[in-house]
């Protein structure tokens, strides 16, 4: 047909094969291909069914999402793919789809319109489009239901999560399962079928339920949408045109799923959204260590220090099914830090998370020590012990000492210079940050801290590693709080700063909160401890310049013993279950100690809460771009969304300053310059784009950029 689609016989069965490397996406070319080569199937009379399978690892991963930027930016019209898939429906012989691999999105649309389906077991199939701020547009809405029924289309297509190729079996999506040789299965199949009737899925009423059945399936899909996808359209949407399947006849169903679709598709949100997909992917290239790049094998570990944070990356490594040491200096701190590895498994086991069997192996491969036995051998270390220069120093020339030739030495550390950890060392070159996010176990960010000396084995090897350890791997440069710590400090600050102008703490909280952020900034304080807060002020005290404002209520409940959470109260209350109720006795403090240091205080609207916290982010991140220290605007992205709760569907600081307009975020920032001082003197970066009309999204890397 073309060099994307290919059609050969096979006795009688016409065998069409989908060649687009590498998920076999429906790019301009597939649905054409297709499309020939039904129209040919049903002309040959030597044809009696069709196989339609993908090639190489996968079946159908979906529409190609890179013509979603085209149509979206005005570079491609987009064909529709409803019509082909009608077409496929029509054909007069029966098209058997032959699914392994994924079936996602169009994919899944294409199988649909097929008469039968078979499927390898493992084989995924799914309608993830709401995590792309789409729905289904090619009629998935309208004939899934109709295979699956009401209540799994509503929930695959809100939801976007995928079932497997036995589960599809059960639901009636998947005909039947075929183990061993997917297309020799499907090839016997279409035989058994060829003199058959070939059932169209569109014309399916049985599993489509009444107006009775179906409200509390909808009701309570809208509710959970509205709680569990908190300010997305996309999800409502697609329940709405499940709802239209269940209400219209076929053909009307798919026009209102083609209007949603289209909303969805130019919306903010989904541009956003697919931002974050390829933002995702795109992270892992690294200008200057190129795919090629060797890297080193990771299949033993340890870290050192059974903390907070060190047990947390003891159960990534055992989750990921890589044996690990876990030294500790005192019994007493080893006890505590299994004790609490095994608490959190057992959360997640009563959550139905993970299986007690997973959980008995898991810890089966989390080996305590208060020695360095074994320590010869590991492939990588990640130390985790206290802040603090010379303990780290300390503990890298230790490890110097007895590690073998080649290992990794990883340092957990959230402020310190990787440089000067490494120069404890004879091996700088092998010496890396990799700063996990509290708790390791469950936050998706690695940020990974590129040292002047690291390699670039050592840096392909984490970036490989971070992978395979179900997290997101950034590479950063090393400056004081690299990228994530250093633009939270900013945004917390204007948070602190804002409860001191007479704004309420839980005002501050809801208008970040009903921006989308996951929790609000003072809440998150309490969560972090408001003592950790004051020792790195502490810590860094020498480094401010005498005269710029500090926050000051913070270090007031410090000093009450207020440190949050863990102590039942900071800029809230908490209760026995830990939640947080507003504290009208703080509120009071604050005004008091505000007044004392003569802070004027005035109403501030929700709006400008947003601006001041966001904006503050988008300025630092602008100047951590022109360092260097971050190799482009959708790092910064993918950092705040995975390590702090930054609502995907805006994209990121830097993709959301862009939506905005940089122009606009340049003249605000201008103001809060004028209004507060010196904290706000504008990024250069962001005077220059907002002259030019540029954007962070189109800014080029430099080869091998990080400072
Ligand atoms: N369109 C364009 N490119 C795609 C793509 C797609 N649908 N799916 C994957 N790719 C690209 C990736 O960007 C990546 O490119 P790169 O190598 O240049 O970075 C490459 O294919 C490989 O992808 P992954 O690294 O993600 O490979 P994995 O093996 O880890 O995962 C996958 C494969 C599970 C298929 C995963 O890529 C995925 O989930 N893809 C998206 C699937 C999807 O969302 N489909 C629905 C699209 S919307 C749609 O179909 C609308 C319809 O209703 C009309
Ligand atoms: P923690 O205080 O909970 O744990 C530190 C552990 O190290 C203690 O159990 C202590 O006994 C042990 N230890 C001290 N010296 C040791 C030595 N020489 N050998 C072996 N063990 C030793 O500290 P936490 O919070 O886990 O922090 C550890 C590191 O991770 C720090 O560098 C911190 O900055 C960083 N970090 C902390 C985050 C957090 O949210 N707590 C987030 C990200 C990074």
Not at 50 to 57: D, E, K, Q, R, T
Not at 397 to 415: F, V
Not at 477 to 484: E, I, Q, Y
Request: proline content about 5%.
């Amino acid at each position: 047909m073309n060099e994307l689609v290919q059609l050969t016989k096979d006795e009688g069965i016409a065998i069409i094969t989908i060649n687009n490397p590498p998920v076999n996406a429906l790019s301009p070319g597939v649905p054409e291909g297709i499309l020939e080569a039904i129209e040919h199937i049903d002309r040959d009379d030597s044809v009696k069914a069709a196989v339609l399978i993908g090639a190489g690892s996968t079946f159908i991963a979906g529409a190609d999402i890179k013509e979603f930027i085209k149509i979206t930016s005005g570079k491609a019209r987009g064909t529709p793919l409803l019509p082909l898939l009608q077409r496929i429906e029509d054909c007069r012989k029966p098209v058997v789809m032959a699914i392994h691999g994924t079936a996602f999105g169009g994919g899944l649309e294409v199988a649909m319109a097929g008469h039968y389906r078979v499927a390898a077991p493992g084989a995924l199939l799914g309608q993830p489009e709401v995590k792309l701020g789409i729905i289904p547009g090619a009629g998935g809405t309208q004939r899934l239901p109709r295979l699956a029924g009401v209540a799994k289309a509503v929930e695959m297509c809100a939801g976007g999560n995928p079932v497997k190729g036995n589960e599809a079996a059960q639901l009636g999506i998947i005909d039947r399962l075929i183990e061993g040789d997917l297309l020799a299965g499907a090839v016997a199949f279409a035989r058994e079928v060829a003199h058959k009737a070939a059932p169209r899925t569109r014309e399916r009423q049985n599993k489509l339920g009444t107006p009775v059945q179906n409200a509390p399936i909808f009701a309570a899909a809208r509710e959970a949408a509205k709680a569990r996808q908190r300010g997305l359209m996309a999800p409502l949407a697609a329940i709405d045109a499940v709802e239209a399947a269940t209400r219209l006849p076929f053909h009307e169903g798919c026009e209102v799923e083609r209007k949603l679709f289209t909303e969805c598709l130019f919306s903010d949100q989904s541009k956003a959204l697919i931002h974050i997909f390829f933002g995702e992917r795109e992270v892992a290239k690294i200008p200057d260590v190129p795919k090629e790049t060797p890297t080193l094998p990771v299949k033993t570990a340890a870290v050192v220090g059974a903390g907070t944070m060190g047990g947390g990356i003891a159960m990534v490594f055992a989750n990921a099914g890589i044996p690990v040491l876990l030294k500790d200096t005192d019994q007493a701190a080893l006890d505590r830090g299994l004790a609490t590895i095994q608490k959190n498994y057992a959360a997640s086991v009563r959550r139905g998370r993970l299986t007690q069997q997973f959980v008995d192996e898991r810890l089966k491969l989390i080996k305590p020590t208060l020695g360095y036995d074994g320590f010869a051998t590991v492939d990588m270390v990640v130390e985790a012990v206290f802040e603090g220069m010379a303990l780290k120093q300390q503990v890298f020339r230790e490890l110097d000492r007895i590690c073998k030739p080649g290992a990794i030495l990883a340092s957990n550390t959230s402020t310190l210079n990787i440089d000067e950890i490494a120069s404890a060392t004879s091996r700088p070159e092998t010496v890396i940050g990799t700063h996990f996010f509290s708790p390791a176990n469950v936050m998706r960010l690695l940020e990974i801290v590129r040292g002047k000396a690291t390699s670039k084995e050592v840096i392909a090897t984490c970036m490989q590693l971070s992978k395979k350890l179900g997290k997101v791997g950034v590479l950063v440069g090393n400056c004081r709080g690299f990228v994530a710590n250093r633009m939270f400090h900013p945004y917390m600050r204007e948070a602190m700063f804002l409860v001191e102008e007479g704004t309420g703490v839980e005002a501050v909280d809801k208008a970040l909160y009903d921006f989308g952020m996951a929790m609000g900034p003072l809440a998150t304080g309490d969560l972090a401890g408001i003592d950790v807060g004051w020792r790195i002020r502490r810590e860094y005290e020498h480094l401010e310049k005498p005269g710029i404002r500090q926050p000051i209520a913070a270090d007031r409940l410090y000093e009450m013993g207020r440190y949050g959470q863990k102590t039942g109260g900071g800029w809230y209350k908490y209760d026995e279950n830990r939640r947080a109720i507003p504290d009208p006795g703080i509120t009071e403090l604050i005004s008091r100690w505000a007044a004392e240091a003569d802070i004027p205080q005035r109403y501030i609207s929700p709006e400008e809460i947003v601006e001041r916290c966001i904006y503050s982010l988008v300025n630092e991140g602008a100047r951590i771009l022109e360092e260097g220290h971050a190799l482009r605007a959708v790092d910064i992205d993918m950092i705040f969304i995975n390590g702090f709760g930054f609502p995907a569907h805006r994209g990121g600081p830097m993709w959301y300053a862009d939506t905005v307009g940089v122009k606009k975020v340049y003249e605000r920032v201008c103001e809060f310059h004028r209004q507060h001082g010196e904290l706000w003197e504008p990024a250069p970066l962001l005077r220059k784009l907002a002259a030019e009309g540029g954007t962070f999204a189109e800014l080029r890397v430099e080869q091998g950029a990080l400072a």
